[in-house]
């Protein structure tokens, strides 16, 4: 994950400028612990952005219940079936990245999406 962070943060200098800006002042010249993380939210955020675009385990795999039959699922107007002996692949930077959720820049290294308070980036 710290290599993808890394990776979005270089991408994105506004990004960069502001995690470093912050742990510059929580933890001063002192080496960082894991009691600064609570003092971190910016930090936080661009690591849950990160875990958004590049999720460490990138998908997963579903299957009906033993004896349960065929499954049928909705979604939106499209209907999927699976069948008994079949496996449902869900692939996380897909579902991650879906512009009716995220919007048009659903690629995009947003922390702000991810913050509460009055920090953007």
Not at 43 to 55: F, G, Q
Not at 63 to 73: L, M, Y
Not at 94 to 116: C, I, T
Request: charged share 20%.
């Amino acid at each position: 994950m710290l290599s993808f962070l890394f990776y979005y943060l270089l991408k994105s200098p506004k990004a960069y400028q502001a995690a470093q800006e912050e742990v510059d002042r929580v933890t001063g010249k002192s080496a960082i612990t894991v009691d600064h993380m609570a003092k971190l939210p910016y930090l936080t955020a661009c690591l849950r952005e990160t875990l958004r675009l590049s999720p460490t385990a990138p998908g997963f795999g579903i299957t009906p219940k033993e004896g349960k039959g065929d499954v049928t699922i909705k979604s939106g107007n499209k209907t999927y079936e699976i069948p008994a002996s079949g496996v449902a692949v869900v692939s996380l930077p897909q579902v991650h990245r879906d512009p009716l959720v995220y919007g048009n820049d659903a690629e995009d290294f947003k922390v702000s999406s991810w913050m509460l308070c009055e920090h953007q980036d």
